[in-house]
């Protein structure tokens, strides 16, 4: 059973559609997160959940919006889609003071 | 600057070689991650670490929290090591900030 699994692994759209992505963990874990990877393989966090409450949003255009429908998902949808937002994006999850565990990574690619 | 820069951002080894990567960061933290990805893309947490040393098989890691430093070694290195070496640092938060990574080629 993969710990931390999102989907789709590819996603290919049109600049302007609305999409999303999902995650599931089944660690148990309190705390999940979306990172981004970008074209330079540089990682940033994007958001981070904990219980299903929002903790971090780190300067996010509000075209993304995670959501939590409980402690185990948190889905990535992102509306209006630009072509910056081309890019990898990781969800990963955590029990708080211990190590990350991340999904296998969505690459998106806007046309 | 980064708040978190990595040395070197490159490196070439022959199989079985010693291997050092370090880490600096300026920020005040509370843990530090090193992270693996491999060619495939998937990112594996290597080891999360506030102080001292630990081990796990050939992979050392270290801290030096008042000098701010890190270091990664791979002892008795081998080409399925080549990968991305990412160091990470968490400053009092869930926030993770992170380096631009090492990319580490071993070859037979």
């Known amino acids: 059973d993969t710990a931390v699994s999102q989907t789709p692994k590819y996603l290919v759209t049109q600049m302007g559609n609305d999409k999303s992505i999902k995650c599931e963990q089944n660690?148990?874990?309190?705390?999940m997160y979306w990172y981004k990877q970008d074209s330079k393989k540089f990682l940033k966090i994007m958001f981070s959940?904990?219980?299903?409450?929002?903790?971090i949003n780190e300067t996010v255009p509000n075209r993304f919006s995670p959501k939590s429908p409980d402690k185990a998902h948190l889905n990535l949808h992102i509306n209006s889609l630009e072509l910056g937002d081309s890019a990898v994006y990781f969800c990963?999850?955590?029990?708080?003071?211990?190590?990350?565990?991340f999904g296998s990574g969505t690459q998106l690619s806007v046309l | 600057k980064n708040e978190v820069e990595q040395s070197p951002q490159n490196l070439t080894a022959q199989e079985g070689e010693f291997i050092t990567i370090n880490c600096s960061y300026s920020?005040?933290?509370?843990?530090l991650h090193w992270l693996q990805q491999h060619p495939g893309g998937g990112i594996v947490s290597l080891f999360m670490?506030?102080?001292g040393k630990k081990k796990h098989g050939r992979l050392i890691a270290t801290i030096n929290i008042q000098e701010k430093h890190s270091s990664l070694h791979i002892t008795a290195s081998h080409p399925r090591d080549s990968a991305v070496y990412i160091c990470?640092?968490?400053?009092?938060?869930?926030?993770?900030?992170f380096g631009t990574g090492t990319r580490l080629q071993v070859f037979p």
């Open positions: 990963a999850s955590s029990q708080v003071g211990e190590k990350l565990f």
């Open positions: 660690l148990g874990h309190d705390t």
């Open positions: 959940y904990n219980n299903k409450e929002l903790i």
């Open positions: 920020v005040g933290i509370s843990a």
């Open positions: 670490l506030s102080s």
């Open positions: 990470a640092v968490s400053p009092g938060t869930d926030k993770l900030i």
